[in-house]
Nanobody, 123 residues
Framework: QVQLVESGGGLVQAGGSLRLSCATS????????MGWFRQAPGKERELVAT????????IYADSVKGRFTISRDNAKNMVYLQMNSLKPEDTAVYYC????????????????WGQGTQVTVSS
């Protein structure tokens, strides 16, 4: 059974930083892309960042480029999202997702999801 558990969310002031972590089990971690998505109240879930199976390729939403960094540790079956220069518009529930193949570009490329962790950025 695939399990993804996010941690690291919280309340932070604008301009601050947070690091999200996602612990995974039950899947051949190093064979699949991983991604971070977010969903704000009243909005659709959107892609934040994805990383390929070996970590060589990444994709970021335009809104987070230059501020967020996705990384993975295949030895520990972990994926991370370092978030810097946070803005109030980054407030959302952040979800970790496991891909269906070695790389993913959109939500339909991901098949397993965590429960999410709340990130709130105050102005």
């Amino acid at each position: 059974q695939v399990q993804l558990v996010e941690s690291g969310g919280g309340l932070v002031q604008a301009g601050g930083s947070l690091r999200l972590s996602c612990a995974t089990s039950g899947l051949p971690f190093s064979s699949y892309a991983m991604g971070w998505f977010r969903q704000a109240p009243g909005k659709e879930r959107e892609l934040v960042a994805t990383i390929s199976a070996r970590g060589g390729s990444t994709i970021y939403a335009d809104s987070v480029k230059g501020r967020f960094t996705i990384s993975r540790d295949n030895a520990k079956n972990m994926v991370y999202l370092q978030m810097n220069s946070l803005k109030p518009e980054d407030t959302a529930v952040y979800y970790c997702a496991a891909g269906l193949r070695w790389f993913g570009l959109q939500r339909s490329d991901f098949g397993s999801w965590g429960q999410g962790t709340q990130v709130t950025v105050s102005s």
